[in-house]
C-alpha cells in the first residue's frame, strides 16, 4: 500500500532502490550493499520463523544466479542481490520480481540493439524497404555480428529494483 511501508517492505526497498541507482550509474553493485542484505534477511527470516522458506529461496536464486552468471548474462552483484530479495521475500515473490525485471531487460536490450541498428544505417527509404522485406540481411548486419567489445550490456540490478518498485507499488 502506498504511504504506509512496513518493515519488510524498508529492508528490501533500501538497498534494492540504492543498489540499482549505483548499478546504473557505474554497472556495479557494491559487497557493502548485498552482503548486509543477505545477512539481514537472513535473521529476518529466522526472527519470524521463516527459515525454511529462506534456505530454499537462497537455494533457487544462487542455482539461477549462477547459471546466469556463468553464461554471462548477469555480473556477481546481480546475482547477490537476486540472493538477498529472494531469501527477504520467499521465492513465490522473488519469481514475480525475477519475471518483471527480464521483461524489463529484454524491453531496454531490444531498444538499445534497434537504437544502435538505425544508428548504424544511412536512414533512407530505401533501406529501410530493403530490410523489412529481406529480414535475414538485417541480422546478417554488423550489428549482430558477436564481439566482445560491441556488446549490449545492461545493468541488471536496475531491472530487478524496478521490477522490485513495480511489485510493490
Known amino acids: 500500500m502506498i504511504g504506509k511501508v512496513n518493515l519488510t517492505e524498508l529492508i528490501v526497498l533500501v538497498p534494492v532502490i540504492l543498489a540499482g541507482i549505483i548499478d546504473f550509474k557505474t554497472m556495479k553493485i557494491p559487497n557493502y550493499i548485498t552482503f548486509p542484505f543477505i545477512i539481514i534477511a537472513l535473521i529476518y527470516n529466522i526472527i519470524l520463523g521463516n527459515f525454511k522458506i529462506a534456505l530454499i ?13 556463468i553464461i554471462g548474462g548477469m555480473g556477481g552483484g546481480d546475482v547477490k542481490l537476486m540472493i538477498g530479495i529472494a531469501i527477504m521475500l520467499g521465492y513465490k515473490e522473488f519469481f514475480n520480481i525475477l519475471f518483471i525485471a527480464s521483461i524489463i531487460g529484454v524491453l531496454w536490450g531490444l531498444s538499445l540493439i534497434i537504437r544502435k541498428y538505425f544508428k548504424e544505417r544511412t536512414f533512407n527509404i530505401k533501406n529501410l524497404h530493403y530490410d523489412i522485406f529481406f529480414i535475414k540481411d538485417f541480422f546478417k548486419s ?24 513495480i511489485h510493490y507499488f
Open 57 to 69: 529461496s537462497l537455494a533457487i536464486s544462487f542455482i539461477l544466479g549462477n547459471l546466469f552468471f
Open 142 to 165: 554488423s550489428l549482430f555480428k558477436r564481439n566482445k567489445n560491441d556488446r549490449v550490456i545492461i545493468p541488471f540490478g536496475t531491472c530487478l529494483a524496478i521490477g522490485t518498485i
